[in-house]
T-cell receptor, first 112, second 114 residues
Framework: DTEVTQTPKHLVMGMTNKKSLKCEQH?????MYWYKQKAKKPPELMFV???????INESVPSRFSPECPNSSLLNLHLHALQPEDSALYLC???????????FGPGTRLTVL | AQSVTQLGSHVSVSEGALVLLRCNYS??????LFWYVQYPNQGLQLLLK??????LVKGINGFEAEFKKSETSFHLTKPSAHMSDAAEYFC????????????FGGGTRLMVKP
């Protein structure tokens, strides 16, 4: 099973809202990732967690706050977002480094 | 440093025709190479990967890719296009010292004409 699940599928939020995106995998993978993808562009890496520790933060604004409560779960907390943050947010996981990354279906975020 | 270039942001083929999507990479060490497909409003699905074993890699849905070190290429092919192959295709590279960093090419939109 190579499934990564993400909830919600769609999210609409105002600029003053606080919301969270959730990602889950049960493949025993030890690395988990958040990507942001704008229309007609490749995914851009935001954060990497390796063994539940944040290992890479690609200079992402503090209005995005990742959290890895355990080895199967990855959250992305959102606060005070801007309309330009509207995008498809993808979660991925991999067994190790380097290794194949398996992607979830994404959360389509719209910021009004 | 690693980078990926996909030649042709749009490729159009007729149904039943050969599909050829081009990918060139640069890497300072032996690379790991991947092709992903993305259907509209979906995540990325792994098509195939090269990890220093056989240079000709077979993937899902009839796709294959050949690793050519001398040309630093990893082109994706399929002998006969199907309407369901219409999607966005991404080539990506990583390497042993990349710290989980996957570098993507700009993507190629494949259109299949009936």
């Amino acid at each position: 099973d190579t499934e990564v699940t993400q909830t919600p599928k769609h999210l609409v939020m105002g600029m003053t809202n606080k919301k969270s995106l959730k990602c889950e995998q049960h493949m025993g993978h030890r690395a988990m990732y958040w990507y942001k993808q704008k229309a007609k562009k490749p995914p851009e890496l935001m954060f990497v967690y390796s063994y539940e520790k944040l290992s890479i933060n690609e200079s992402v604004p503090s209005r995005f706050s990742p959290e890895c409560p355990n080895s199967s779960l990855l959250n992305l907390h959102l606060h005070a977002l801007q309309p330009e943050d509207s995008a498809l947010y993808l979660c991925a996981s991999s067994q190790a480094d380097p290794d194949t990354q398996y992607f979830g279906p994404g959360t389509r975020l719209t910021v009004l | 440093a690693q980078s990926v270039t996909q030649l042709g942001s749009h490729v159009s083929v007729s149904e039943g025709a050969l599909v050829l999507l081009r990918c060139n990479y640069s890497s300072s060490v032996p690379p790991y190479l991947f092709w992903y497909v993305q259907y509209p409003n979906q995540g990325l699905q792994l098509l195939l990967k090269y990890t220093s074993a056989a240079t000709l890699v077979k993937g899902i849905n009839g796709f294959e890719a050949e690793f050519k070190k001398s040309e630093t290429s990893f082109h994706l092919t399929k002998p006969s296009a199907h309407m369901s192959d219409a999607a966005e295709y991404f080539c990506a590279v990583t390497q042993n010292n990349a710290g989980n960093m996957l570098t993507f090419g700009g993507g190629t939109r494949l259109m299949v004409k009936p």
